[in-house]
């Protein structure tokens, strides 16, 4: 496992998708009205995310986005952690820069003037606790290579990258120069698959990646690591990524496994109540191994805070903890 290092200002800087979540209630009828896909994630354009959010009830605003969302999570857990994301010079690019530095996190970069507005989930719930998603993509699609601070990157022990932004031109060259400084200062590179189509359309990238060694960490659930390495079998799969020093998969209700040189190690999921929500699982899984990771804890160690911090944002709507991570976990 990781080893810690003194002149190390953060543990983790992360770059990714700076979207803002908006949900609010809505009736079946209102979701008829409006032409949605009950239950199901839509990307929309500018015109139809703003027409929307007009016609959204009250509504609750907190900054998102899957790599955010983890360092949402570390932070809670007490470690520290910057960001990286692009939002435009508008109301949600406030929103968001206020959100994610209250949660202790650093974020520096520039706001982009113009058009496309800052990225936007709105999310219609339902009373049967249905989410209706409807995904604004805007300005985290323009996050260009010169925003990168290669001294932060350099200043980290980790960094964690969010596939999902891998798809846009201008973030895919970001992340290859982040990448490369991060090689160039023994600063960690973790990298989440993200989803399955993210790897129908970047795989062959990602295998480069892996081949070349340019990634020493990656997290995958057992979908995507078929995906990835045209492996039904799950073990057969984590046996074609020998190569990645450490490996980390999710299985949902069968645990977590990981894998770095010849150990090994599987933890069970966490009993809990009710699965109410499972939006945030991974990038809260996530969360909790990386926190373990920098501490030098066990293989073992470090899935089981992955285990229980997953377990707790399943546990209520929203992809951002609500209980005390530390106290859950026995770090408080």
Partial sequence: ????????????????????????????????????????????????????????????????????????????????CA????VADDQFGRVFAHDIRAGKIAFDTAARAGDPPTAQCLIFVTPDGQRTMNTFLGASQFLPAAALDETLIAAARVLYLEGYLWDPEEPRAAMRKAI?????????????LSDAFVISRHGDDFRALIADGMIDILFANEHELAALTGKADFHDGMAALSNVPTLVVTRGELG?????????????????????DTTGAGDLFAAGFLHGHVRGLSLSESLTLGAICAAEVISHYGARPEADLKALTGLA
């Fill in 1 to 80: 496992m990781a080893e810690t290092a003194a002149d190390h200002r953060f543990d983790v800087i992360a770059i990714g998708n700076a979207i803002v979540d908006v949900m609010a209630p809505a009736t079946d009828d209102e979701i008829a009205r409006l032409g949605l896909a009950k239950g199901g994630m839509t990307l929309v354009d500018a015109d139809r995310a703003a027409a929307l959010y007009a016609a959204m009830g009250p509504a609750r605003e907190i900054s998102g986005g899957s790599a955010a969302n983890t360092l949402a999570g570390l932070a809670a857990l007490g470690a520290s």
């Fill in 83 to 86: 960001f990286i994301g692009q």
């Fill in 180 to 192: 490369a400084a991060a090689r160039a200062a023994g600063t960690q590179v973790a990298f989440t």
């Fill in 256 to 276: 977590a496994h990981a894998r770095h040189g010849t150990d090994e190690a599987h933890v069970p999921a966490q009993p809990i109540a009710k699965v109410v």
